[in-house]
């Protein structure tokens, strides 16, 4: 009975939660109909494709560091300048909103991907290819939470966790797929075939996109506050350099070189000085943005969404999770190549069962959100997920194999995304229907800043036991062993990270019953 009046109490959150489909004279489909199919086949394949070719280009570093004759810390900047741009877009989504039409806002995403890809594509020189990369980072910054929004608008009622699911599983194992298709073009190809093959589907997913995408609710007289905009730069930049820098720096320091990568040309020591004031500012700036947007009339994100416990519980869940996923999409290909000496392809290979997994997977745990309630199916698949990663943390090491390591990471993959497509479900089930859309934006941003947290973390780490004293060249014993080490560490790591998404999660639906009690 428990669970019916869970299911029952979920239903009606959602409904409100949805409710704003219904304004603007748009009545909301009682099923799924072939225009909305094809909405949200447009944004995800745009969204799958920007965040698959974020960590095919991490696989792709070496090669494109000899090309282009450049260092480690110049071609890095592929990826953190990527996540920057999406980092500063992707709180922009509910100004867009509600100032924009969805089908602008697509072709806008569209055509800065497309535009992208194909400088990318042509590129002669490393700035060329930085700045192609910028310009597919905002469009997929524009492309992520518009994705949410459709699903969220114009889902019937009844589909809305099975559609959630579908949309947050290409965000969720995109980044999965991504060494498992870098590892193919490095071993087979050139790496700019990446983005011969992706056009192709970023214009198919534009031609579907115009064909499906239509308006459903009215545009409002939104406003966008330069200074606001300003805090929200200063602060994401600040905070995502100071990520970059910051590990870096701690490398650097453990090795004993003391370095001369830093950002400021000072070694190591002033690389980690800059990290620290970089984040201050950062913290600074998102303070002041908050205290803006209160007294603001149009705010760029309106912050009163943090008011609901609930919702600030599963946004750390959410945000915890994705890092955890983008760390295993990091970790385990390193491991593998680094620690166990396969190859490239191989090591792509050890993840891809559990990405394909988890695309399945999705889907029947947003069914189940729909007809149990979001507490059960959560609840139960986050177990599973923390199952996955204690069984990497206590049993791999140098006797290991990548059978082995592949059906652990599956096991992984069994929870992760039948929760983590229904936290998000979840958690914009408590607020009202004006707010969806900034609730959205919270998610999608802290998203991106996880991400970015949990691929520094995890680099810090093996670096650190790798350049212990003894360890030798790559490829010697000695240095297999230390990666071994140093990723054991990171998976003990991840595993506190996943005790953390759980009493989140456990917290957040106590509150919810607790809640529901009261005003009963």
Same mark, same amino acid.
Request: aromatic share 4%.
């Given at each position: 009975m428990a669970d019916v009046a869970d /299911?029952? +109490?979920? /239903?009606? &959150?959602?409904? /409100?939660? $949805?409710?704003?489909? +219904?304004?603007?004279?748009? *009545?909301?489909?009682e099923t799924i109909t072939p225009r909305l199919i094809? *909405?949200?086949?447009? +944004?995800?394949? @745009? +969204?799958?494709?920007?965040i698959l070719t974020e960590t095919v280009m991490n696989v792709l570093f070496p090669e494109l560091m000899a090309e282009f004759h450049v260092g480690t810390s110049t071609v890095q900047w592929l990826t953190t300048g990527y996540l920057l741009m999406v980092a500063l877009t992707v709180p922009l989504s509910s100004y867009l909103k509600r100032k924009c039409t969805l089908r602008s806002q697509f072709v806008a995403a569209s055509v800065l991907c497309i535009a992208g890809a194909a400088v990318a594509l042509l590129a002669v020189n490393f700035p060329m290819l930085l700045g192609a990369r910028l310009l597919q980072g905002i469009g997929t910054g524009v492309a992520m939470p518009l994705m949410i929004n459709i699903i969220v608008e114009q889902s019937p009622r009844a589909r809305v966790g099975v559609l959630m699911g579908v949309g947050n599983v290409l965000i969720g194992t995109a980044p999965a797929l991504g060494p498992t298709f870098g590892g193919f073009v490095s071993t087979f190809l050139s790496w700019r075939y990446v983005f011969v093959i992706v056009l192709p589907l970023l214009a198919l997913s534009l031609i579907v996109g115009l064909l499906s995408i239509r308006q459903s609710a009215p545009l409002e007289d939104a406003?966008?506050?330069p200074l606001h905009m300003l805090c929200v730069v200063v602060g994401f930049v600040s905070l995502i350099i100071a990520l970059d820098r910051g590990g870096a720096a701690v490398t650097a320091l453990a090795s004993g070189s003391g370095g001369s990568d830093g950002a400021d040309g000072s070694g190591a020591a002033g690389s980690l000085a800059l990290?620290?004031?970089?984040?201050?500012?950062? $913290? /600074? &700036? @998102?303070? &002041?943005?908050?205290?803006? *947007?209160?007294r603001s009339f149009s705010p760029m994100i309106r912050l009163g969404v943090l008011r609901s416990v609930s919702f600030r519980w599963h946004l750390l869940a959410y945000m915890l999770f994705q890092g955890t996923t983008i760390s295993f999409g990091y970790l385990l290909p390193n491991l593998a190549q680094l620690g166990f000496g396969s190859t490239v392809m191989a090591a792509g290979l050890v993840i891809l069962p559990g990405a394909l997994i988890g695309a399945l997977l999705a889907p029947v745990g947003g069914a189940m959100l729909d007809r149990f309630g979001p507490a059960r199916p959560i609840c139960v698949a986050t177990a599973v997920a923390l199952l996955g990663v204690a069984l990497m943390a206590m049993l791999v090491d140098g006797s290991s194999s990548l059978p082995q390591l592949a059906v652990f990471y599956v096991v992984y993959m069994l929870g992760f995304p039948m929760a983590f497509s229904n936290i998000m479900t979840s958690g914009l *089930? !408590? @607020?009202p229907d004006e707010l969806t &859309? !900034?609730?959205n934006a919270l998610f999608s941003t802290f998203q991106q800043l996880a991400g970015a947290a949990g691929t520094t973390t995890m680099s810090v780490i093996l670096a650190i036991a790798q350049s212990g004293s003894g360890v030798g060249e790559i490829g010697s014993a000695g240095y297999r062993a230390a990666t071994v080490e140093g990723a054991h560490h990171a998976f003990l790591v991840l595993l506190a990270v996943v005790v953390i998404v759980a009493c989140s999660l456990v917290r957040a639906f106590l509150y919810r019953r607790g809640h529901r009690l009261v005003r009963r």
């Open positions: /299911a029952r +109490t979920m /239903a009606e &959150a959602t409904n /409100a939660a $949805v409710a704003a489909g +219904t304004s603007g004279g748009f *009545s909301r489909p094809g *909405s949200i086949i447009a +944004t995800g394949l @745009l +969204t799958f494709i920007g406003h966008l506050n990290a620290i004031v970089l984040v201050v500012v950062g $913290v /600074a &700036a @998102l303070v &002041a943005f908050a205290l803006m *947007s209160r *089930s !408590d @607020l &859309a !900034d609730g």
